[in-house]
């Protein structure tokens, strides 16, 4: 790709990581913020000391969401359409539609649903204070190692396909993921710090609306990014009726 085509291609992918974080943006109000709030009622009615709000809550809710959510999806569509960009026509003979979809795939799995796993989202009152910047260091350990893991697969899976076939070579590059991703699991301290009473109920929902949001993100955004692609790539045949007839030379 020449620089025009992959700058076109950068700028449509931050306008589709805004469309998709508004769709986001509306899965967490709906899906999410009901459980915050439920949370926070558990920790409020815990708390020996109640503690000034910095920010309030509906601003919190509203704007404060609005912003990480937009910027998180602009961002995150640049980085994509920039791996898209690598990733188009060297990952299998997919289309832009499907390349992306793909690639959407990809990011859900590695960016989010392996650390999440290990390391799943806690609603507030869950977690030690104290413990916050260990527990963060090890979840963006884990993304880390995910992204490279899943890296690794690929070329793995690249080499590996002129020997084995397509097929085989895909099932081996996943099996060989899975396999680096369990060690992974094994050796990385655990984190435990839910709070006696805390209802599972609660924290089950909480830690299954945060996935659905990010599915809403990276679907949305496979989708938008995709069609805007295939329409800058592949652009439809100007339709016989609009064609200018040019007149013969007599």
């Not at 020449?2 to 109000?29: F, Q």
């Not at 913020?33 to 000034?52: L, Q, R, S, T, Y």
Request: glycine content about 10%; proline content about 6%; charged content about 15%.
């Amino acid at each position: 790709m020449n620089s025009a085509t992959v700058r076109n291609l950068l700028v449509r992918g931050m306008l589709a990581g805004l469309a998709a974080g508004v769709l986001a943006l509306i899965a967490a109000y709906f899906l999410g913020e009901p459980n915050v709030d439920k949370a926070i009622g558990f920790e409020d009615a815990h708390a020996h000391e109640h503690e000034m709000e910095v920010v309030s809550r509906s601003l919190q809710s509203t704007a404060g969401l609005a912003t990480g959510v937009l910027v998180y999806g602009v961002a995150f569509g640049g980085i994509a359409a920039l791996a898209f960009c690598v990733a188009l026509g060297r990952v299998g003979r997919f289309g832009p539609r499907a390349t992306a979809l793909l690639l959407s795939g990809c990011a859900l799995l590695t960016v989010y649903v392996v650390p999440f796993l290990k390391y799943p989202a806690n609603p507030p009152s869950v977690g030690d204070p104290d413990t916050i910047g260990e527990r963060t260091a090890l979840y963006f350990l884990m993304m880390l190692l995910s992204v490279l893991l899943a890296v690794g697969a690929t070329l793995l899976g690249r080499r590996l396909a002129p020997v084995l076939g397509t097929w085989w070579a895909t099932v081996a590059a996943v099996a060989a993921f899975a396999a680096a991703i369990g060690l992974a699991y094994a050796f990385l301290p655990a984190v435990n710090e839910v709070p006696v009473g805390f209802p599972a109920t609660l924290l089950w929902r909480f830690r299954l609306s945060a996935l659905a949001v990010q599915a809403v993100l990276w679907g949305g955004f496979g989708l938008a990014f995709g069609e805007l692609a295939e329409r800058l790539l592949n652009p439809r045949p100007e339709p016989a009726a609009r064609r200018r007839v040019v007149p013969a030379a007599r």
